[in-house]
């Protein structure tokens, strides 16, 4: 079966930064085939969901954090959920890898849905996290 794509706020605000990333340090041609590339392997993703490995350092959610990475430089985290391939950010892998966690663990901008709420497998909200 073919999985549709849903993407968080904050990978669409990353697709965003890193257009804007690199049409200034380089071109808007350059910017766009980049974003390009990183929505290609999304959509690969629709017939391929579990191409991606398990994420190890997001493995104490009730999804199961995948990331595919993408030259040069990023990783599609993603997760599948019945007939969605949810794409929680797109991570700069230059960045600390904690950071990525952090993203996870600290904010809702990763939750492709309204009002969702999810917990870790502790069932600590999510909203609740104060660290």
């Given at each position: 079966?073919?999985?549709?794509?849903?993407?968080?706020?904050r990978?669409?605000?990353?697709?965003?930064?890193?257009?804007?990333?690199?049409?200034?340090?380089?071109?808007?041609?350059?910017?766009?085939?980049i974003?390009?590339?990183?929505?290609?392997?999304?959509?690969?993703?629709?017939?391929?969901?579990?191409?991606?490995?398990?994420e190890?350092?997001?493995?104490?959610?009730e999804q199961?954090?995948?990331?595919?990475?993408?030259?040069?430089?990023?990783?599609?985290?993603?997760?599948?959920?019945?007939?969605?391939?949810?794409?929680?950010?797109?991570?700069?892998?230059?960045?600390?890898?904690?950071?990525?966690?952090?993203?996870?663990?600290?904010?809702?901008?990763?939750?492709?849905?309204?009002?969702?709420?999810?917990?870790?497998k502790?069932?600590?909200?999510?909203?609740?996290?104060?660290?």
């Amino acid at each position: 079966m073919v999985k549709q794509l849903r993407w968080s706020p904050r990978a669409k605000q990353d697709l965003k930064d890193i257009h804007y990333w690199y049409k200034n340090i380089s071109s808007r041609k350059v910017a766009d085939r980049i974003i390009n590339d990183i929505r290609t392997n999304c959509k690969l993703l629709c017939n391929f969901p579990f191409m991606g490995y398990v994420e190890p350092a997001l493995t104490n959610y009730e999804q199961c954090f995948r990331t595919l990475v993408h030259v040069p430089n990023y990783k599609i985290v993603y997760w599948t959920e019945g007939k969605f391939v949810k794409i929680a950010t797109i991570f700069d892998t230059r960045q600390a890898p904690e950071k990525m966690t952090s993203i996870i663990k600290n904010t809702t901008q990763w939750v492709c849905e309204e009002n969702a709420e999810y917990e870790t497998k502790a069932h600590t909200p999510l909203s609740s996290d104060k660290e």
